[in-house]
């Protein structure tokens, strides 16, 4: 059990819990502990300032924003772009690259608009595009600004209110593609060219025989539910052309799944593109964009290993593979290089933002409490006892196996009506205190035997916190995908304590209780022992991609409050756009109840009640007024979500 051992003399400090929570494994450079113990966003790396977390969850809370709050770093987004298109830049120079890179950001990775406005603002100067997955994302992407070479592609399947948006879009200048992902959907293009005053660029998704990999491997390869297969795609060029629009086919575009684990799939996936690509120029169809798709993944857990969470290969890697990958083919088959167009969503918008929620309690089998000192106890009460008090490091084993033992005597004789419950409640408490002990003795065994790992599980502390795992992490329950989990302060203090995470919902998938590690992954976080009257928060890390978008509303817990965090020129920390989370009306808006309703229905009790005399003076008014008022409350445990005006 890979337990690092530290002499007396080793103090703990900061650098043991940068390796304890191997934050420079998955931290991409962005996150360092300060000094006072306090985790730290460093947007431009170790050479620029760092914004303290803490102080930022100080100065929300004066605002009343209290946790469970998702602070964004706007910088953090740049950074990626930055690097994406650096990479590209680098790659297009070493392999001599003759067209353009240009990056169009999938918006269902992350609609949020900070998300899509801060890439915007950054990107406009890189060509930075948009794609779109649906009507309601093109509407959005429509009204947005971006720069006129930059693209904005349409995919998933559509509908001719969606093809005539992206005509529409297409009469305002914009560079819009259309991607055909199905047969029917160039029947649709057809019957609605017509009455088009501007037909839309045309483009072609193809099914690839190389697939992902990873958790999202079904998304590619044959059997996915998008793309064309090379006889549909002959077939659709060909009657395309005879429409008169073969002009309008611009780019070809394959997508083999998100977070692909290894490096090789990719470049398969590249090449048989590419030799499409080849084929269909050669044939006269004027293909100008190469669209790669999305796939390029994070390494969560900081392994650079092809496991799910991470990636064996890096951004330089990846871009120099697609770069050299295209240009060799294009250059066998004696064809123009395209344009490259990549659609990353997961690695643009990983890191930029953080969970942060406050612990408020926590659960163990063993909260032992005194128990009482009869002088005459029951017999198994008695060896209970003695067996408590004898336990040493030479007799765990056996003094365990008695504390077993008498349990279930004890419970028999409870069964049999020979214990009241102060005995029982003494048995138990005596039983968990055996077991706490025996585990602590086991711990420090060279092998622990199998039934005190077991134990151990059964031991191991729960922390409670004030989150909805459904609402905010709704891929660590539906595709048990893990997160960095790092306390956000205390960092100078040894985490004394092994606990998993529970959340607030009244579901037992609502648990964090898989966390990153070096080779497997471990069942318990190290954190610190919670101390009574102070809060204690938790950081979830590299939550920016899919997590903001897909939560539900479990329980009617809601959207938690928002900020973004900025770190100014002079090193100070910048708080914009603070976005209050969800009160109770609004989730319960989002299931039909209306809060107005259900006022009338407690007024109509309170009518009632005052009519029979049941009522005081005021009274009335106040649980009117107290019950609205509640309404207006945030979702998650805490004070109330203070009145806007
Ligand atoms: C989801 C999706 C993406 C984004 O993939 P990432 O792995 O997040 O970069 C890109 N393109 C298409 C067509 C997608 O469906």
């Known amino acids: 059990m890979g337990k690092k051992k530290r002499g007396k003399t080793d103090r703990y400090t900061v650098e043991s819990s940068m390796s304890t929570y191997r934050i420079r ?33 100080e100065k929300l809370k004066e605002e009343g924003y209290r946790t469970p709050v998702l602070l964004r770093f706007p910088q953090l987004l740049e950074a990626q772009l930055h690097s994406l298109v650096e990479a590209f830049s680098a790659a297009r120079r070493e392999f001599d690259y003759p067209e353009p890179y240009l990056p169009a950001f999938p ?23 948009l794609e779109a997955g649906s009507g309601a994302e093109l509407l959005g ?19 001719s209110d969606y093809l005539d948006s992206a005509a529409m879009a297409a009469r305002l200048g914009r560079n819009v593609i259309v991607v055909v992902e199905k047969p029917f959907e160039v029947d649709q293009i057809l019957d609605a060219a017509d009455r088009w005053s501007k037909v839309p660029g045309i483009g072609l998704r193809i099914k690839l025989q190389a697939r992902g990999s990873g958790l999202w491997e079904k998304s590619s390869g044959f059997t996915s539910k998008f ?18 629009l073969g002009e ?9 799944g998100s977070q692909i684990t290894q490096i090789r799939k990719i470049k ?30 994070i390494d969560y857990d900081g392994s650079r290993t092809s496991a799910d969470g991470s990636v064996n290969y890096g951004i330089q890697e990846y871009a120099n593979d697609i770069v050299f990958g295209i240009r060799e083919v294009c250059e066998q088959e004696k064809v123009a290089c395209p344009i490259i167009v990549s659609e990353s969503g997961r690695m643009l918008t990983g890191y930029h933002s953080i969970l942060v929620t406050d612990v408020r309690g926590s659960l163990s089998g063993t909260d032992t409490e005194t128990v009482r000192l009869e002088q005459d106890p029951p017999k198994v009460i008695h060896d209970l006892r003695e067996t408590e008090q004898g336990i040493n490091i030479k007799n765990y084993r056996e003094y365990y196996h008695d504390g077993l033992e008498y349990r279930d005597q004890m419970y028999s004789l409870f069964d049999h009506g020979m214990l009241d419950l102060e005995d029982k409640a003494d048995g138990e408490t005596l039983f968990w205190s055996i077991a706490d002990k025996a585990m602590a003795y ?53 985490p004394t304590v092994q606990a998993s995470l529970v959340d607030i919902t009244c579901d037992s998938d609502g648990e964090v209780d898989k966390f990153i590690d070096l080779r497997e992954i471990k069942d318990s976080l190290e954190v610190h022992e919670l101390v009574p009257g102070k809060p204690y928060y938790i950081g979830f890390l590299l939550v920016g991609a899919y997590q903001d978008t897909m939560g539900c509303h479990h329980n009617l817990f809601g959207r938690v409050h928002e900020a973004e965090v900025l770190l100014d020129e002079d090193g100070t920390t910048q708080l914009r756009n603070q976005r209050r989370g969800h ?6 808006r989002i299931f039909g109840h209306d809060d107005e309703e259900l006022a009338a229905g407690v007024e109509r009790v309170v009518s009632a009640m005052e009519g029979r005399g049941d009522l005081g003076g005021g009274e009335r008014e106040r649980i009117l007024a107290d019950y609205r008022q509640r309404l207006g409350r945030y979702t998650y445990l805490g004070e109330s979500v203070r009145d806007r005006s």
């Open 25 to 57: 494994s998955w931290g991409n450079g962005y996150f360092h502990i300060l000094p006072n113990g306090n985790l730290a966003v460093q947007p431009s790396g170790e050479a620029g300032g760092s914004i303290d977390v803490l102080e930022v969850l």
């Open 107 to 129: 918006v269902k990775v992350n609609q949020q608009s900070p998300v899509v406005q801060g890439l915007l603002n950054y990107g406009r100067k890189h060509g930075l595009g």
């Open 141 to 159: 992407a429509i009204g947005l600004d971006t720069s006129p070479e930059s693209l904005l592609i349409c995919n998933g399947y559509k509908d």
């Open 227 to 244: 793309g064309l297969t090379t006889l549909q795609l002959l077939q659709e060029i060909k009657r395309i052309g005879e429409a008169g």
């Open 248 to 256: 309008n086919i611009r780019l070809l575009h394959f997508h083999i």
């Open 268 to 297: 398969t996936a590249v090449r048989e593109a590419a030799r499409v690509y080849a084929k269909l120029r050669q044939a006269g169809v004027g293909i100008r964009y190469m669209d790669v798709g999305g796939g390029l993944g």
């Open 442 to 494: 086991a711990r420090r065994a060279r092998f622990m035997p199998e039934e005190f790992a077991d134990l151990e599980t059964r031991l191991r502390r729960k922390y409670i916190c004030n989150l909805s795992v459904f609402q905010s992490l709704p891929d660590h329950f539906a595709l048990d995908q893990l997160f960095p989990v790092v306390p956000v302060h205390r960092l100078d203090e040894e």
């Open 583 to 588: 009160a109770a009306r609004d989730t319960l």
